[in-house]
C-alpha cells in the first residue's frame, strides 16, 4: 500500500518537494541579502518581496486541489476504484493508508514552509508587516497553523472529490469551500480576535510585536465612546485629533501580546484539524461503505 | 455548434456569472478581507482551470475527440467556433470583473489604489485580456499534454510565472519620474506606483538601497552613508495618470501571448493525428 500511494501520488510528492526546495532558496537568499541592512533599506528590501509572500495563504488551496481532489475522484472517475477496491487489501485499510500517508506528507510540507517563513522573517525585526503575530498573512504561513492549514485544504478537496466523483466538479468544489472557509474565518467573524479576551491598556503605543484589535477613546470621566467624539463632531479631520486631546480624552488600546503567539497558533490548529475530520470523515465513511 | 458549445460549457459559464455577481455583491459592501484582496491577482487561473484546460484534454482524456472530430464539422471548424464563442465569453466575464474592481478601488474606503500591484491586472481593460490569455494557456497545455491534471498542474505554474513576470515588467512601461526627498519629506504624488526605492550619490547619480548598503559594507551603514554623501533619499514612481496607457500596454502583451498559445493549440489540434 505505500508503495502504491507513492507510485500514485509521486508526482504531487516531487513537485510539492520542488516548490519547497525553489521558496527556500529563494527566501534564504533574500534573507541573507538583508544581513547589516537597517531602517529604510530594510524596509525596502523587504517590500521588495512582500508582494510574493502575500500568496501564501492560498499555497494550501494548490495543495487540497492537486494532492486531496484526484485522490477519490480519479479513482471514482476512470473506475479504477472497481480494480483497486477489489483486491485483498480492503477498502478501508486502501482509505486509511492513502488518508495517512497523504495527510502526513502535506502537513510535514506546510510545517516546512512555516519553519522556512518565519526563520526569514527574523531577518526583518522591526519592520512593520514583518511580524508573525499581527499580520495576518504571515500568521497563517507560520508555525503550527501554517501545516494545519495544508491538511485542512487537502481533507476539504478528498471530501470534494468523495461527494462529486468527477475532478473538474471536484476542483471547484474545493476552491469555493476553501475560499468560503477563509472569508468567514477572517471577514465575517474575525476569529484570531476570538482565540483570547485581549488585553486593554491606556497608550501611548502597544508594546512590541502586540496585535492591536481595536481601539476607542476614554473620556474624562472614565466613559469608553466607540466611533467619534461627541465635542468632536464638528472638527475637521486635519484637526479631529487635537480636539480629542483638547477635550481630555485619552485613547485605549485593545491588543493580544506577542507572547500569545503560540497560544493562538494552537487555537487554529486545533479548530481547523477538527473540521478537517469533521469534513472528510463522513466522506470516508460513505466511500468505505457504498458498494462498488 | 454553438449548441454543443453551451451545452458542453454551460456549467462554467453559469458558476462565472454567479461568481462575478457574487464579487460584485462583495466589494460594494465593501465586505472584502485583506487578506482576500492580496489573492485578487490569482483570479484569472480560475478561468485557465475551468475554461481553458477541459477545452481539449477533457475530450482526450475520455477520447471522445474520436466522436466529435469524425463528424460533419471539420476539426478546425470545431476549434475556431470553440475558440471563438468561449473566448468572447471569457473576454466579457474579465471586462465585467475588472469594471467591478475598478468601481470598488474608486470608492473612498477601499484599501488599495487601482494602480496597485494586487489590483492593476484585475481591474480595467486589461482584466479582460489576463483572462484571455490564461484562457489561451490552459487550452494550449491541454492540447500538449492532453490530461486534465497536469494540464492544471502546468497552468497553475506558468500562471504563477506570468503574474511575477507582469510584476517585474510594469515598472518599464515608461520612463519613471523621480521624486527627491527634501525638507518636507518625499514629494510623491498619492495613487502613483512605486517601482523602486534608495539613495542619491554626491554626483546626483541613483543608487538602489542595496547598491548603496554593500558600498558600505561592514562598516556603520548609517555613518558610513553619511560620509560617502548618500544624504538625499529618492523614490522611482509611475503617476497615477499613465494607468490608463499601463493598461493598454499590458493589454497589447498579453494578446500577443494569448495569439501565440493559441496559434500552439491550433497546431496541436489541427495537425497532430492521434
Known sequence: ?292 | MLWLTWRQHRAQTLVTVVLIAGAALLLVLDAVPFVLVKTLPVVPVFVGLFWGVPLLAREYERGTDRLVWTQSVPRSRWLVVKFTVLGTAVVLAGLAFGAVVLGWTASADAPVDRFSDEVFGVSGVVAGAWFLAVFTLGAASGAVLRRMLPAMAVTTAVFAGLVVGAYLARGHYAEPEVALSGAHGMAVPADALVTGTGVVGPAGDLLSWDDAMSACAGAEPVGCMRDRGYEQQYTLYQPADRYWRFQWTETGLLLVIALVLAGVTARQVVNRSR
Open chain 1, 1 to 292: 500500500m505505500v508503495w502504491l500511494t507513492w507510485r500514485q501520488h509521486r508526482a504531487q510528492v516531487l513537485v510539492t518537494a520542488g516548490f519547497l526546495v525553489l521558496v527556500g532558496v529563494l527566501l534564504l537568499v533574500h534573507g541573507l541579502g538583508a544581513d547589516g541592512l537597517t531602517g529604510d533599506a530594510l524596509t525596502a528590501r523587504f517590500q521588495s518581496i512582500y508582494t510574493y509572500v502575500s500568496w501564501l495563504p492560498a499555497v494550501p488551496l494548490v495543495a487540497g486541489l492537486f494532492w486531496g481532489a484526484p485522490l477519490l475522484a480519479r479513482e471514482l472517475e476512470r473506475g479504477t476504484h472497481r480494480l483497486a477496491w477489489t483486491q485483498s487489501v480492503t477498502r478501508r485499510r486502501w482509505l486509511a493508508t492513502k488518508l495517512g500517508l497523504l495527510g502526513l506528507a502535506v502537513t510535514v510540507a506546510g510545517l516546512l514552509l512555516g519553519v522556512m517563513v518565519s526563520a526569514w522573517l527574523t531577518a526583518f525585526d522591526g519592520v512593520r508587516s514583518a511580524d508573525r503575530f499581527s499580520d495576518p498573512v504571515m500568521f497563517g504561513a507560520t508555525g503550527v497553523a501554517g501545516g494545519v492549514w495544508w491538511l485542512f485544504a487537502f481533507a476539504i478537496g478528498t471530501a470534494a472529490g468523495g461527494l462529486t466523483r468527477r475532478t473538474l466538479p471536484a476542483f471547484a468544489v474545493t476552491i469555493a469551500v476553501f475560499l468560503t472557509a477563509m472569508f468567514a474565518m477572517f471577514a465575517v467573524f474575525q476569529v484570531r480576535d476570538l482565540y483570547a479576551e485581549p488585553e486593554r491598556m491606556l497608550a501611548e503605543g502597544p508594546p512590541a510585536d502586540a496585535f492591536v484589535t481595536d481601539s476607542a477613546f476614554v473620556s474624562p470621566a472614565g466613559v469608553e465612546v466607540s466611533g467619534d467624539v461627541p465635542e468632536c463632531a464638528t472638527a475637521g479631520r486635519d484637526t479631529y485629533l487635537d480636539c480629542v486631546d483638547e477635550a481630555g480624552y485619552r485613547s485605549v488600546l485593545y491588543y493580544q501580546p506577542a507572547d500569545r503567539y503560540w497560544r493562538f497558533q494552537w487555537t487554529e490548529a486545533g479548530l481547523l484539524a477538527v473540521v478537517s475530520v469533521l469534513l472528510a470523515g463522513p466522506v470516508a465513511y460513505r466511500v468505505a461503505r457504498r458498494p462498488v
